[in-house]
Every structure is written in structure tokens, then in C-alpha cells.
């Protein structure tokens, strides 16, 4: 079998799906999306396809290798996220030419479902109370929000007042046991975030996600003198050697690689091992697609520290279209008592409605984040 042709897909609301053809008739699909960056992802996928036209697709290992390596400079988020996509299709090809799921390959699932969580609050997180208990209605029993508006270096208490106002009332209206975690999202520098960490305590949060930026990871230490709460990193890292660091210094208790960024599910999983023999559980990183998540799904089954899985169904940035919008089967991603079942189609374990997924990126997309100003006209962190 060898492969024939690497085609991109920018698709609404925000994605970019890669399709792998053979000449034994078995495609496989990714998504080799960094969010924004799009048409950036897709004229590198381009340029590795020099490379893997012509090739073995089972040869998953060594293409990776290749891709990451031979190019000299290496690592990134467009390189990163364009290995992942393809290296998502590749396992996807082995998959069904193979009849068995890729958790089947990488040696069987060691779980049956995962917890996941919803998206509450948007951007600028409102009404949490009552979004909390509409996703609760839907069979969620954990949520995450984006804590924060735009925090100044230094900013005023009564922005802390207000992340303690929509935080509590969640609390109260979920009661003690609902799943509650917060997003700093980098937009919370140093100092005001020890003082959010020390004050969010009282909630008995699942964690807080990105307390300071990956950039500033030397602050973790004085972040984690400051509260119980597990802290939560590293969707804005793309390799083992970006982890490296992270690991060693202990002060992160949640790893969430994303494998549509770092380097699919042959690097994540590594990323995920290396975790594991730190005490550092896993929470992957997924506000993406149906074949992001599948593939999601498919190292949830086997890494042992993955304990909850992202999902982007009803986010706000799904406007357009939402994440079963592109599946033959919808049902593949059916949510029962805030878990998913793992996927036992052969691949990634989905059906992708091709003819959609051709009309939808005939209109395509331009996404960008929002760019925020603080009230002096600085830029603020998004």
C-alpha cells in the first residue's frame, strides 16, 4: 500500500481536516488544526506531502521521525500541529486496513469510558449559574469556564470579586460535587495570579488551567505555595522536549497536550508516558473537531493518567457548525452520565460525511482570536 494524495479541508467554524488517500482505496483522516492559523497548517501539511507521497502509511514511527526531524528546524505550533494531523491519518489508514480501533494497536483500551466536561461562559464568562445547570441537564457533570476578563499586570480586587462571584454561584447552584474548573487562559499574570490561585481555594476546584503562561513556568512554584487546587498546563506545548522541563520541575499536577498540536497521537501518547511516571495526570487538550476528539479518544483508552476528556459540543466558537455536524453517525460520540464510551470502529473510530465536509469548505473560514485592549489602550492577554 502506498500513499497517493494529502488534501486540506478548511472547514467552519474553525478547523482544518486533512483527508489521506491510498492506492489500496483506504483513506484516513486528521485534523491538523492550530487554531487561527489554519491556511498556515495546511501549506505545511503541503510541504511534508513531498515526502510521504509514495510511501508506506503503516510506516507511522519513521514518517514521524522524518517529518520531525529532517527538516532541520523543528517543533513549533504549525509544524507540530501539521505532523499531528497527518500522523492522526496514518493511524487511521492502519486502523481500517487492519479491521481494529487504534487503541487495539497500541496495545487495547485499559478503559471503557472517560469523564469529559463542557464549555460554559464564552470568552467573556456570564451567567455561569444558569449555564451550569443547562449542561447538567444534558448529562455533564463537570463544566469549565474562562475565569477572567482582561487582568492588568496589577489589577483592581473587584476584578478578583467578580471571577469569586461567578465561581460561587456555580458552586451554590451545583452543589459540593459538581466538576468546576477554571481557565485562566494566560490572561492572569504573576502577581494577580497567586492571589486568584489563593482565593478560588475555598470552591474545591477540579483545577485551574493555565495560571501564567507556559513561558512563565518558573512562577508555578510560588502559584502552588498558594493553594491545593491541582494546576493544569500545557496546551501551548507541542513536544516531549517542551514537557521535559514541566515534568521535571514538578509543580504542574495536570499535563493537556493536545494531539492536533503536538505532533498526534504517536507524540502524545509518548508526552502522556512520560507524565505518568511523574504522578501527573492526563487531561488532553480538545476545543476542536470530531476527528480531533476521536483521535482523543483513542489515547484516552490507553494512558493510564488520563482521568477527563475536553469536547467543543455547544461551545461558543462553534457558530457555524458544531462537532457532530460532520459525522455519518453522531451517535459515535452519544454522552451518558457525563462520560463517552470509547470508540470501537476500526481507525479512529468515525465515519466523516466527505460530501459535508466538501460543501463546508467550499465556504471555509477565516478565524482569529479577539485582539483585547486594556482601558489604557495596552494589549491585553486573550
Request: aromatic residues 10%.
Amino acid at each position: 500500500m502506498k500513499i497517493t494524495r494529502l488534501t486540506t479541508y478548511v472547514v467552519p467554524p474553525r478547523w482544518l481536516f486533512l483527508k489521506i488517500e491510498t492506492d489500496a482505496g483506504i483513506t484516513g483522516w486528521g485534523e491538523p488544526v492550530l487554531e487561527g492559523r489554519a491556511h498556515t497548517v495546511a501549506a505545511a501539511v503541503d510541504e511534508l506531502s513531498d515526502y510521504l507521497v509514495g510511501k508506506d502509511p503503516f510506516r507511522i514511527e519513521d514518517h514521524w521521525t522524518i517529518m520531525y526531524r529532517a527538516g532541520f528546524y523543528r517543533g513549533g505550533g504549525i509544524h507540530m500541529s501539521a505532523i499531528a494531523g497527518i500522523d492522526q491519518a496514518l493511524w487511521d489508514i492502519k486502523g481500517k486496513a487492519l479491521g481494529q480501533p487504534v487503541h487495539q494497536l497500541l496495545g487495547g483500551q485499559l478503559r471503557d469510558r472517560i469523564r469529559v466536561y463542557s464549555w460554559i461562559g464564552g470568552d467573556r464568562p456570564a451567567d455561569t449559574a444558569n449555564a451550569a445547570r443547562e449542561v447538567a441537564a444534558r448529562g455533564f457533570t463537570a463544566i469549565k469556564m474562562n475565569g477572567t476578563e482582561e487582568l492588568q499586570f496589577i489589577d483592581s480586587h473587584a476584578r478578583i470579586d467578580a471571577v469569586l462571584e461567578r465561581v460561587g454561584a456555580i458552586r451554590e447552584a451545583m452543589g459540593p460535587h459538581f466538576g468546576i474548573a477554571v481557565d485562566f487562559h494566560g490572561r492572569v499574570h504573576r502577581p494577580m495570579a497567586k492571589v486568584l490561585a489563593k482565593e478560588l481555594e475555598p470552591f474545591k476546584l477540579t483545577f485551574i488551567e493555565e495560571p501564567v503562561l507556559s513561558e512563565h513556568a518558573e512562577a508555578l512554584k510560588e502559584i502552588a505555595n498558594h493553594t491545593s487546587t491541582p494546576i493544569a498546563l500545557g496546551e501551548r506545548l507541542f513536544s516531549r522536549w517542551d514537557f521535559k522541563r514541566i515534568l521535571h520541575e514538578g509543580y504542574v499536577d495536570i499535563i493537556q497536550p493536545d494531539p492536533s498540536h503536538a505532533g498526534g497521537i504517536t507524540e502524545t501518547r509518548k508526552i502522556a508516558a512520560m507524565a505518568e511516571a511523574y504522578d501527573i495526570a492526563l487531561a488532553l487538550h480538545c476545543p476542536l473537531g470530531p476527528i480531533a476528539l476521536a483521535a482523543n479518544l483513542q489515547l484516552d483508552a490507553v494512558c493510564y493518567n488520563a482521568f477527563i476528556q475536553e469536547q467543543s459540543l455547544g461551545i461558543h466558537y462553534n457558530r457555524t457548525n458544531d462537532l457532530l455536524d460532520y459525522l455519518v453517525d453522531p451517535s459515535v460520540f452519544a454522552y451518558h452520565d457525563g462520560h463517552v464510551a470509547i470508540p470501537q470502529g476500526p481507525g479512529l473510530g468515525i465515519e466523516i460525511n466527505e460530501d459535508f465536509v466538501k460543501r463546508q469548505a467550499a465556504i471555509g473560514h477565516r478565524w482569529r482570536n479577539p485582539v483585547w485592549r486594556h482601558a489604557d489602550g495596552s494589549f491585553a492577554e486573550w
